[in-house]
């Protein structure tokens, strides 16, 4: 998943990243929205906490009178931080669900385009040429008697 601070930070180098890849470009002005939506979500939840633990200090010292009204208070910000929590959830869900579908950055100097457009920056020592099709690892394996897979097969059964 691409940092969303990148995305917040710098959306033209995703965009660039997205037209090599030959990409739809909504999906970043998507992610930038379910991004700024999943930080509002994150600013009232909290104010809302904050306010709910300034309403918990005052219902331990108020008086018995004041105590019923500001337990009601409470109450109902209780449960208005209940849903302020699920907001968030759902926002943070749908914030990741977007970042997710963004993929990687293409590295600056990376050709554009699929198999066809690669080129070989380097090649390291000779390719190997064999005389005919090279054999399977098993075969050469059972013709140097390393292993017998006969042997191998009856003794472990049919696990």
């Excluded at 950055?105 to 190997?128: C, D, M, R, Y």
């Excluded at 090279?134 to 013709?143: E, R």
């Amino acid at each position: 998943m691409i940092d969303p601070a990148v995305v917040r930070d710098h959306p033209e180098l995703v965009r660039e990243s997205l037209r090599a890849r030959e990409s739809d470009l909504s999906l970043v002005d998507q992610a930038l929205v379910d991004d700024q939506r999943r930080r509002e979500a994150i600013a009232a939840f909290e104010a809302l906490r904050a306010e709910q633990n300034q309403l918990g200090k005052q219902v331990a010292q108020a008086s018995a009178e004041d105590k019923k009204t500001l337990v009601e208070k409470a109450q109902a910000l209780a449960a208005q931080v209940k849903a302020a929590q699920a907001e968030l959830s759902q926002a943070e869900e749908q914030a990741n669900a977007s970042l997710w579908r963004l993929p990687n950055l293409v590295i600056e100097g990376v050709p554009a385009g699929s198999e066809e457009n690669f080129h070989t920056l380097k090649t390291v020592g000779q390719a190997p040429e064999f005389e005919g099709a090279p054999a399977d690892h098993l075969d050469i394996a059972q013709s140097l008697g390393l292993i017998d897979m006969e042997r191998g097969a009856k003794v472990a059964g049919s696990r």
